[in-house]
T-cell receptor, first 112, second 114 residues
Framework: GNSVTQMEGPVTLSEEAFLTINCTYTATGYPSLFWYVQYPGEGLQLLLK?????DKGSNKGFEATYRKETTSFHLEKGSVQVSDSAVYFCALSESGNNRLAFGKGNQVVVIP | EAGVTQFPSHSVIEKGQTVTLRCDPI?????LYWYRRVMGKEIKFLLH????????ESGMPNNRFLAERTGGTYSTLKVQPAELEDSGVYFC????????????FGSGTRLTVV
C-alpha cells in the first residue's frame, strides 16, 4: 500500500536558519506529492505540490522537488521566520484515487 | 469565501456515549472527506462523499462509525458507542475538483473519550 515517512521528532531552529524536513514515500504507481502545513488553531493548508517526477513545488519561500529515483519529496526553506512555526505534513495521492496518505508530521519551532 | 467549518472544536465524552461531529464544507464543493489523527500517528482517511453519496468508505474503522451527508451539503460523523481508542482529532475537508488540486481542511474536532 501507499505510505509516507517523515523524519522523527520536532525541529527547533533559530530565525533565518535553513530548514529541511525529509519525506520519503512508497507507492505502487505514480503519485502526486504534497506538503500541507497546520498553523496553531487552524486547519491544514496546502503549502505546495508536485504531480510528476522532477517537478518542483514552491510557495512562501518553501520548495520541494519530486525525486522518483530516491522516492523523496524533501521540504526546504533557506531562511525561516518565527511565523513559519507550525506542523508540516507530507502526503501523497495515487492517480485515480481521491484520498491522501499522510506522514506523521513534524512540529517546527522557530526561535527569534 | 467561508472555509470548512467543524463543530464542536472539542468534545469530551465518556466511554459508551454517543457523539456527533458536524462538518460544513465550502459552498459548492461536491467532494467532502473525513480524516482522523490518533495521537502520535498519521492522519488517516476515513471516507469520501461526492454530493450525498459515499464514494469510498474503506477507511471507516468499524460499524460504530456512521457518516451521513444530508442533501449533499453538511456532513455528520456519529460514533456510537464511543471507545477509548476513538480519541483523536477528526478533520473534515472539501474540494471542488480532485485531490491533485488540494483540499481545504477544517480546523478539526478534538475528541477525547474517557
Amino acid at each position: 500500500g501507499n505510505s509516507v515517512t517523515q523524519m522523527e521528532g520536532p525541529v527547533t531552529l533559530s530565525e533565518e536558519a535553513f530548514l529541511t524536513i525529509n519525506c520519503t514515500y512508497t507507492a505502487t504507481g505514480y503519485p502526486s506529492l504534497f506538503w500541507y502545513v497546520q498553523y496553531p488553531g487552524e486547519g491544514l493548508q496546502l503549502l505546495l505540490k508536485a504531480t510528476k517526477a522532477d517537478d518542483k513545488g514552491s510557495n512562501k519561500g518553501f520548495e520541494a522537488t519530486y525525486r522518483k529515483e530516491t522516492t523523496s519529496f524533501h521540504l526546504e526553506k533557506g531562511s525561516v521566520q518565527v511565523s513559519d512555526s507550525a506542523v508540516y505534513f507530507c502526503a501523497l495521492s495515487e492517480s485515480g484515487n481521491n484520498r491522501l496518505a499522510f506522514g506523521k508530521g513534524n512540529q517546527v519551532v522557530v526561535i527569534p | 469565501e467561508a472555509g470548512v467549518t467543524q463543530f464542536p472544536s472539542h468534545s469530551v465524552i465518556e466511554k459508551g456515549q454517543t457523539v456527533t461531529l458536524r462538518c460544513d464544507p465550502i459552498s459548492g464543493h461536491d467532494n467532502l472527506y473525513w480524516y482522523r489523527r490518533v495521537m502520535g500517528k498519521e492522519i488517516k482517511f476515513l471516507l469520501h462523499f461526492v454530493k450525498e453519496s459515499k464514494q469510498d468508505e474503506s477507511g471507516m474503522p468499524n460499524n460504530r462509525f456512521l457518516a451521513e451527508r444530508t442533501g449533499g451539503t453538511y456532513s455528520t460523523l456519529k460514533v456510537q458507542p464511543a471507545e477509548l481508542e476513538d480519541s483523536g482529532v477528526y478533520f473534515c475537508a472539501s474540494s471542488h475538483r480532485g485531490v491533485s488540486y488540494g483540499y481545504t481542511f477544517g480546523s478539526g474536532t478534538r475528541l477525547t473519550v474517557v
